[in-house]
């Protein structure tokens, strides 16, 4: 059975740092790109990029470009998103997704629920 | 890049046929046979419902259908029952520089 299981909900103050991973199983990790997508809070979807994990090769929305690292572990099936100094705007819950093509996302992961608040 | 367009809300009574309408640009729906739909009931995560403008993976009931003209693309449900109450979002594909880009999002209430 095809998982990706992400980590928990973080709380963090604007400026800090953070990391999320995203683990996957049941299927070749390494052969499948990895998209992530953040949902705003009673908002829509956005794509924010995606990696391949064989070489992480990574591609970025322009939106998220500067703003965001993707990157990925392949030796324990694992993507990561990472901010270097979070904003209150980055409040959000942001899904990991297991990706056919660039906009074709098959599995999910299930969700982690990022806030940031001083 | 903008989001792609699509109605706040429709709605249906059981039985009927609702249309979701997803536009955009030459640049993205109009140039590319790379659209997804995904359905997200509140508090859920996404499910896949339709790849490649008019594919359904196994498990998403044939009632589901996409099709796509010029730069707007469509989801059909037909035979509208209590459970295709949720979110529905379009997505497509954009170029190697945009990459993808999501719709706005449409609520389709079942009467």
């Known amino acids: 059975e095809v998982q990706l299981v992400q980590s928990g909900a973080e709380v963090r103050k604007p400026g800090e740092s953070l990391k999320i991973s995203c683990k996957g199983s049941?299927?070749?990790?390494?052969?499948?790109?990895i998209a992530w997508v953040r949902q705003m809070p009673g908002k829509g979807l956005e794509w924010m990029g995606m990696?391949?994990?064989?070489?992480?090769?990574?591609r970025y929305s322009p939106s998220f470009q500067g703003q965001v690292t993707i990157s990925a572990d392949k030796s324990i099936s694992t993507a990561y998103l990472q901010w270097s100094r979070l904003k209150a705007s980055d409040t959000a819950i942001y899904y990991c997704?297991?990706?056919?093509?660039?906009?074709?996302?098959?599995?999910w992961g299930q969700g982690t629920l990022v806030t940031v608040s001083s | 890049q903008s989001a792609l367009t699509q109605p706040r809300s429709v709605s249906g009574s059981p039985g009927q046929s609702v249309t979701i309408s997803c536009t955009g640009t030459s640049s993205d729906v109009g140039a590319y046979n790379y659209v997804s739909w995904y359905q997200q009931h509140p508090g859920k995560v996404p499910t896949l419902m339709i790849y490649?403008?008019?594919k359904r993976p196994s498990g998403v009931p044939d009632r589901f259908s996409g099709s796509k003209s010029g730069n707007t693309a469509s989801l059909t449900i037909s035979g509208l029952q209590a459970e295709d109450e949720a979110d529905y979002y379009c997505s497509s594909y954009a170029g190697s520089h945009t990459l993808g880009v999501f719709g706005t999002g449409t609520k389709v209430t079942v009467l």
């Open positions: 997704a297991r990706s056919l093509s660039t906009v074709t996302q098959d599995y």
């Open positions: 049941g299927y070749d990790f390494i052969t499948n790109w």
């Open positions: 490649d403008v008019n």
């Open positions: 990696i391949y994990p064989r070489d992480s090769d990574t």
